[in-house]
């Protein structure tokens, strides 16, 4: 009947996340660390204790109405539906002070409760809900297994945007032509897809981030808790983000699906963000958080892969795929035309050492900083006190790469399989504070060792040490003489120069192997449906990167957008995994 091609789901769903950190200093440790003495002079904790937890709760309503038919060539399916999502965050954070041996610690020794604390605290507490209502409706239409047509549409409405322009929609559409229905089937041609969509995706806030609580010190003034007002203005009439995307595309598949490549081509254009920019503190702000104008990136992924060798006991199978993507800010808010997006048009992240900014008409992600001065002929500018020359706002070039690309081979004998990953990028820059700080106390090699003249770049210049300096004057005259190395070494940190320590952020790792055996199921059929044991290594050679690279920084591993910021080394690991299928 008519009512059988109609299906209604209600689905209820709840993805919860606790965390919980407890500290104690034991009574033990104040009394043997002599706090009543001189602390000062020895160890100054004291019994105390602190407490850090956190709930993250998100919560879905869903119900749709699912239509499918098949009319004799033609097959529909149509889905109309709503959700509702609501998010609640709640985090409680009260610490003691565990070095306050003047007036702190614990009123009863090893009794770990607030009110047992000789100081005054105030708990820092965050609670926070955020509510989104959903209604959409999607459309596949396809026409003898050949071709196919989707459409959707959905329209939001977020409790964290203004309440007079909460509610954003993005439509979407796309289509395939499976070219190879037209053929007789062959062994050459076995599969040929080309498809196409066009897509927008709307975004918002976090819950509160439009109408931010006033925050409460952690200290007290005269007994009284002390309340700051809000350092970030918002604009009244700020919108939803948007991100329109396109992008075309091919499937093919050769000799009987031994060989397979596919391209597909996107551009994508993103509008309103909503990030902060700096502003004077004049104002009684430090900053506007607004909608922050648009970028744009395209870019190719090709892939190919193929079963180079393929019987009943043994395939070899070689996945390779390659990417290129170039992302430019096309303009920002009001008459911006550059902005640091970690704190607005300036900041100093990594120290001041390098800043990372999106500039209209550049490439996304820009690093600038102080850079040496060169002539002509490229010879860098030397002062009278024989240390460099330096200008501001140098352009180092952007953290994006040229493209990236990676390569898996897969071995398979029987019930053994071998899986082992190659990843590649060529360009981008990057930034090491690491290096910074350790020429800057002379822990890096090039500090230490023997200069030109066979004696310890560490010896006094009148002792021939001293480092070799060879350049230019102001003039173009020639400069060939020695500075003592510790002004030399510590010129770079006293005068924020950044360039010695941008890199590229070329590589070559292997980045995964693994080594899995698939227990027969006559051996596990009575217990389990199948059983698989693994060996698994994750990041396990930094094969090769760029010869300026000389600390040899994985690029992969870098902890912030602009390069590191002396993090700790990566890690490797070795593993092993059980799956067990019932």
Do not use: C
């Not at 091609?5 to 104690?24: I, M, P």
């Not at 890096?444 to 040490?465: F, I």
Request: net charge negative; proline share 3%.
């Amino acid at each position: 009947s008519f009512l059988d091609d109609f299906e209604v789901t209600g689905l209820v769903s709840r993805n919860e996340s606790k965390y919980r950190r407890s500290w104690e200093v034991p009574y033990l440790l104040e009394y043997s660390s002599a706090a009543q003495g001189s602390p000062e002079l020895y160890n100054f904790y004291v019994n105390s204790f602190g407490e850090d937890m956190n709930s993250d709760i998100e919560d879905n309503y869903q119900l749709h109405l699912r239509y499918e038919h098949d009319f004799d060539n033609f097959d529909i399916s149509a889905l109309v539906g709503g959700n509702i999502r609501k998010n609640s965050y709640y985090r409680f954070v009260n610490n003691m002070d565990s070095g306050n041996y003047q007036s702190g610690g614990l009123i009863l020794p090893n009794v770990y409760t607030f009110s047992n604390s000789r100081e005054n605290l105030t708990a820092s507490v965050i609670d926070r809900e955020k509510q989104v209502n959903s209604i959409y409706a999607n459309a596949s239409l396809g026409y003898m297994d050949m071709i196919y047509l989707d459409a959707s549409i959905r329209r939001d409405w977020s409790s964290a945007l203004p309440s007079n322009n909460n509610g954003y929609t993005y439509p979407s559409v796309g289509g395939s032509f499976i070219v190879s229905e037209l053929f007789d089937q062959n062994d050459v041609l076995t599969f040929a897809k080309l498809r196409g969509g066009w897509a927008q995706v709307g975004d918002d806030v976090d819950a509160l981030a439009l109408n931010p609580a006033y925050p409460l010190g952690n200290d007290l003034y005269n007994g009284q808790v002390l309340e700051y007002d809000r350092a970030q203005l918002i604009n009244p009439n700020i919108e939803p983000a948007m991100n329109t995307s396109f992008e075309v595309g091919m499937d093919l598949r050769f000799l009987i699906n031994r060989l397979g490549f596919n391209a597909t081509y996107y551009n994508e254009t993103r509008e309103n963000e909503i990030i902060p920019i700096s502003i004077s503190s004049g104002t009684g702000y430090t900053s506007y958080l607004t909608n922050a104008g648009e970028s744009e990136r395209e870019g190719l992924e090709l892939a190919i892969d193929a079963d180079v060798i393929k019987t009943d006991n043994f395939r070899w199978n070689i996945l390779a795929n390659w990417a290129t993507n170039n992302s430019q800010i096309v303009s920002l808010p009001g008459d911006l035309t550059t902005l640091e997006p970690f704190s607005g048009t300036t900041g100093t992240p990594a120290f001041g050492g390098v800043n990372f900014i999106h500039r209209v008409g550049e490439d996304w992600g820009q690093l600038r900083g102080r850079g040496f001065v060169y002539d002509d002929a490229g010879n860098r500018v030397i002062g009278e006190d024989g240390m460099f020359e330096y200008q501001d706002d140098v352009s180092f070039g952007s953290v994006l790469p040229d493209f990236t690309g990676g390569l898996v081979n897969t071995l398979q004998y029987k019930n053994f399989s071998l899986v082992a990953s190659l990843d590649f990028q060529k360009g981008g820059k990057f930034y090491s504070l690491s290096e910074m700080w350790g020429q800057y106390s002379g822990l890096t090699a090039n500090t230490a060792g023997l200069n030109d003249r066979g004696e310890l770049q560490r010896n006094a210049v009148a002792d021939n040490g001293g480092v070799h300096v060879v350049g230019v004057d102001e003039s173009g005259n020639p400069v060939d003489t020695y500075v003592e190395a510790y002004d030399y070494h510590s010129q770079f940190q006293a005068g924020n120069i950044a360039e010695p320590y941008v890199h590229d952020a070329s590589y070559l790792k292997l980045r995964d192997v693994s080594l899995s055996y698939r227990i027969p199921g006559n051996v596990v059929s009575n217990v389990f449906d199948s059983a698989t044991i693994s060996v698994i290594g994750r990041n396990l050679w930094l094969i090769a990167v760029s010869s300026d690279n000389t600390h040899e920084w994985d690029p992969s591993e870098l902890s912030q957008r602009y390069g590191e910021n002396a993090q700790l080394p990566s890690t490797r690991s070795i593993g092993m995994n059980v799956q067990l299928t019932f």
